[in-house]
């Protein structure tokens, strides 16, 4: 089984839906994060939470939510969905006390949601 | 913005031969890392070089830091047609999440 499992891994829909997408990680890791990937332009962060209480946004959280839900699941949302948010959005994980602390700190990435908006 | 920029965007090599890609970055970093993608995947943690190393090595990559050029470059030798991905760096300032870079897709012809 994956250690950090997202669904669905494909999802078309359209304009002006509600879209739920999920994550969630047996790796026992306390931070979580979401990242979007367009062609060209690689990973760029959406939002990311430290623990279960501490949600922050990214570079481009506009139009997305999220919600921490446990330490283990972390799903976000488009309330609204519109064709530019057509992406590769991944899940990833990381440890803050991974051994060697802060400085040593590595994600760990689902295998990633296709979602399309038409 | 992104924070690393790599270079270049595209490779085309022959299998045997060694791969360079260089990675660039605007700020001061805690940390540089380089991660792989097979098309369509999830990426894979390959390699981290803290601000303070100037070379790493693990098997056949080896990772170069430059703090003062703000830069890093990652060589793959003796490379396989299985080395076919995209590669990516990423910044670690310290401040929140790593930032990536826009990646290099790597083309091995067997």
């Known amino acids: 089984d994956a250690d950090v499992t997202q669904t669905p891994r494909n999802r078309i829909t359209k304009t002006g839906k509600r879209i739920m997408l999920e994550c969630s990680q047996t790796?026992?890791?306390?931070?979580m994060y979401w990242y979007r990937q367009d062609p060209g332009l690689g990973l760029r962060l959406i939002y990311y939470?430290?623990?279960?209480?501490?949600?922050n946004k990214g570079e481009i959280s506009d139009g997305y939510s999220v919600s921490r839900q446990a330490q283990a699941k972390f799903s976000l949302s488009l309330e609204s969905a519109i064709p530019n948010q057509t992406a590769l959005y991944f899940c990833?994980?990381?440890?803050?006390?991974?051994?060697?602390?802060?400085?040593?700190?590595?994600?760990?990435f689902g295998s990633g949601t296709q979602l399309s908006v038409l | 913005s992104q924070q690393g920029e790599e270079d270049p965007q595209a490779l085309s090599i022959q299998e045997g031969e060694n791969a360079t890609m260089n990675c660039s970055y605007k700020?001061?970093?805690?940390?540089l890392q380089w991660y792989r993608q097979n098309s369509g995947r999830g990426l894979v943690h390959l390699i981290l070089?803290?601000?303070?190393?100037r070379e790493k090595h693990s098997g056949r990559l080896r990772v170069t830091l430059d703090t003062s050029k703000k830069s890093s470059s990652l060589l793959i030798t003796a490379s396989r047609a299985a080395d076919t991905a995209s590669y990516f760096c990423?910044?670690?300032?310290?401040?929140?999440?790593?930032?990536f870079g826009s990646g290099t897709r790597l083309q091995v012809q067997p």
């Open positions: 990833a994980t990381s440890d803050s006390a991974a051994r060697g602390g802060a400085s040593n700190e590595k994600l760990f």
């Open positions: 790796k026992g890791h306390d931070r």
């Open positions: 939470s430290f623990d279960v209480k501490d949600i």
């Open positions: 700020t001061s970093i805690n940390n």
């Open positions: 070089i803290r601000s303070n190393e």
């Open positions: 990423a910044t670690d300032t310290g401040r929140r999440a790593l930032t």
